[in-house]
């Protein structure tokens, strides 16, 4: 695509955005000066779309008037309620609906699906992950590992990055497989890498991975609502994810879990199970012996919160309307526009550690500013745009499809130009 750098240009773009509309259904952060922000933090806590407020007011009215009898005759009753998402849930994953259940938060179900496909034995005892993994990704890998009386440091592989570059690259990921593929159990990576914005082949890293007779699941808080991730077609035996970055559903929002339908019926894998997990035709009778639902219900361990669940729901319901491919081909022209805008400020002051390939990113960039400092972050922010800084130098930017414009864009580059130059 042929970009300008010219407001004029980013406003021609705008209005050939056939997904425009969607912004306005979000509410966009305020300046004291009545102005809205330039919002690019998308891929940390993604916005409130209106319709929350209503769907929250529904389930406290149901609540409200009926007390426990909600559960069967509210407007949408409790007891199937987290039905009612997995459809569009599995749309945005790519997954078969029976494969994917909205539930708990992101480390609880990693730690649920490492309970079921991290099981060490003899030889095979190792986890491989990134080593610059999301915190919680490796605590939760770590402690896994100690669970089950391994030490860390033996059996936790850390993929790092060549000396001097700070993506990971594919063909070193599957070296790695190769040469100690029988040592590992579990193939845990994240999807997209939270710090770089790198993406990651699941279905090549599922590939090497069961090549070698390990398991391999993936993270995907950043990839979910973000890119196409076929998570069905590609085979990886599980993911997780949170549903608050790029899926809006609110601080500390619900997350998601999918398991592909190999294993839903296979009795050997180990669980912690809940009553949520039990088949729902007998779930009431209280006394039966664990009956697992047969599809990734089966994870279920409570009833669900509803107020949080309504939420989840009023933004699927977006996403459904706008849909994957739409968003992902704005996503491809509006992370384009920022890297053409970024870069003509040119290689001496910025560099963009995000890959410049559009297949190996999402929404979006990890700029590092030559010789800056958090008060170039701070200048910005005064000056109307919300992002996040990573010490020491690197400013992360999400234009997200769903309700940003390229005029946004645009202004983030006029305010980071002068921020530099001043
Ligand atoms: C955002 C994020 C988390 C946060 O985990 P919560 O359990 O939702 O608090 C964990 N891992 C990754 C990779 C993330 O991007």
């Not at 008037?65 to 790519?94: D, I, R, S």
């Not at 000396?163 to 790695?176: A, M, N, S, T, Y």
Request: net charge neutral.
């Amino acid at each position: 695509m042929k970009y300008e750098n010219s407001l004029t240009f980013a406003r021609q773009m705008d209005e050939k955005d056939e997904l425009r509309a969607y912004r306005s259904q979000f509410h966009l952060p305020i300046q004291k000066n009545g102005q809205a922000y330039v919002y690019l933090c998308g891929n940390s806590l993604g916005l409130q779309p209106k319709t929350v407020e209503a769907a929250l007011q529904q389930e406290l009215l149901d609540w409200k008037n009926l007390g426990v009898e909600g559960h069967f005759h509210a407007k949408n009753p409790w007891m199937p309620y987290h039905e009612f998402l997995t459809h569009a849930m599995a749309k945005v994953v790519g997954a078969k609906p029976e494969e994917v259940v909205v539930m708990n938060t992101l480390t609880v179900n990693l730690h649920l699906m490492m309970v079921s496909f991290y099981r060490p034995k003899n030889k095979r005892n190792k986890i491989l992950i990134e080593a610059d993994a999301f915190p919680s990704d490796k605590y939760a890998a770590e402690s896994q590992i100690r669970f089950h009386g391994l030490d860390p440091k033996e059996c936790l592989i850390e993929l790092k990055a060549r000396p001097g570059e700070v993506c990971l690259r594919h063909e070193d990921i599957q070296q790695v497989i190769e040469n100690q593929g029988d040592e590992i159990a579990l193939v845990m990576l994240g999807n997209t890498n939270y710090y770089t914005g790198q993406y990651f082949d699941i279905k090549k890293i599922t590939e090497w991975g069961h090549a070698k007779g390990c398991f391999v699941g993936f993270d995907c808080a950043h990839g979910a609502g973000n890119m196409p991730l076929n998570l069905h077609e590609s085979n990886c035996d599980f993911a997780v994810w949170c549903n608050y970055k790029y899926l809006n559903s609110g601080p500390g929002g619900m997350g998601g879990a999918y398991v592909h339908e190999r294993h839903h019926h296979d009795a050997a894998i180990p669980r912690f199970e809940g009553w949520w997990g039990h088949n729902k035709t007998t779930r009431f009778k209280m006394r039966d012996a664990f009956d697992p639902m047969p599809t990734t219900e089966a994870w279920q361990l409570s009833n669900p919160p509803i107020l949080a669940m309504a939420a989840v729901w009023a933004s699927l319901k977006i996403f459904d309307e706008a849909g994957m491919d739409r968003l992902r081909k704005k996503a491809i022209a509006l992370t384009g526009y920022m890297e053409f805008l970024v870069k003509s400020l040119g290689d001496d002051v910025i560099n963009i550690i995000t890959p410049s390939d559009p297949k190996q990113r999402g929404s979006q960039l990890s700029i590092q500013v030559k010789n800056a400092d958090k008060k170039l972050f701070e200048i910005i922010t005064e000056k109307g745009v919300i992002a996040d800084w990573r010490e020491p130098d690197v400013i992360r930017v999400a234009p997200v499809p769903m309700y940003n414009s390229f005029e946004d864009v645009f202004n983030f580059y006029e305010i980071l130009k002068r921020a530099i130059i001043n």
